[in-house]
């Protein structure tokens, strides 16, 4: 129960996601770009969601242009 209570207490004190995210953007590099600049949805790499920050996103986005 301690356990339990410990992670719901973590929980509450995580913010809540904005309504409009796009996990897209997790599994490919440029199909969901139009998600996040057009349409605005948040992108579910970055923080709080995600792991990145917008610099590494930014370098992750630039090497679209490399591949191609």
Same mark, same amino acid.
């Given at each position: 129960? +301690?356990?339990? !209570?410990?992670?719901?207490?973590?929980?509450?004190?995580? @913010?809540? $996601? @904005?309504?409009?995210?796009?996990?897209?953007?997790?599994?490919?590099? +440029?199909?969901?770009?139009?998600?996040?600049?057009?349409? !605005?949805?948040?992108?579910?790499?970055?923080? $709080?969601?995600?792991?990145?920050? $917008?610099?590494?996103?930014?370098?992750?986005? +630039?090497?679209?242009?490399?591949?191609?």
């Amino acid at each position: 129960m +301690e356990d339990l !209570q410990a992670r719901l207490s973590d929980d509450l004190k995580t @913010p809540t $996601p @904005p309504d409009k995210v796009c996990v897209g953007t997790l599994l490919s590099r +440029e199909q969901y770009l139009s998600d996040i600049d057009a349409w !605005q949805y948040q992108d579910a790499r970055l923080s $709080p969601l995600g792991k990145m920050s $917008p610099q590494e996103t930014e370098q992750w986005t +630039e090497a679209i242009k490399k591949s191609h």
